[in-house]
């Protein structure tokens, strides 16, 4: 279902609009509906971002999970070096430069710190 909403705008924005979509040969009304829909994707994700620091905070602040640096740059390393590795192994097809088969490919890193692992979702 669609709604009305009344917008004012001055006469330069009216004016900008009308001729950018002149140009792309579109409305002014889907130049604006596009521009709200691509900021409230923009800004849900940032709110999304927002309250997954806060809960990582939280819980911080109630176990005192943490790594270390020197824990985190260590494994990274390790991630990188066993990468490096694979991409000079030769490999066919259906097999994956560490040899494992295709199938298993999203499972070759090695699992994080665990205060990392604990974290919910997909990694990124």
């Known amino acids: ?3 009305t909403i009344g917008l004012k705008l001055d006469d ?3 004016n900008r609009l009308q001729r950018l979509g ?5 409305s002014p009304h889907w130049l604006m509906k596009t521009a709200i ?6 800004e849900e994700h940032i709110e999304q971002e927002r309250l997954e620091d806060e809960q ?4 911080w602040v109630e176990t005192g999970a943490h790594i270390d ?6 494994w990274l390393d390790g991630l990188a ?5 694979m991409a000079r192994q030769p490999r066919d097809a259906d097999t994956r430069l560490d040899g494992r088969s295709a199938e298993s490919a999203d499972d070759w890193a090695e699992q994080p710190p665990a205060a990392i692992a604990d ?4 990694w990124r």
């Not at 829909?37 to 923009?42: H, P, V």
């Not at 990582?56 to 819980?59: I, S």
């Not at 070096?81 to 590795?85: F, K, L, N, V």
């Not at 974290?119 to 997909?122: A, L, M, Q, S």
């Open 37 to 42: 829909i691509q900021f409230l994707d923009r």
């Open 22 to 26: 002149e140009s792309r040969e579109r």
């Open 1 to 3: 279902m669609s709604t």
């Open 56 to 59: 990582r905070w939280q819980r």
């Open 69 to 74: 640096h020197d824990e985190m740059t260590a």
């Open 119 to 122: 974290e919910p979702g997909k």
């Open 12 to 14: 330069e924005i009216r």
């Open 81 to 85: 070096a066993r990468a490096d590795d």
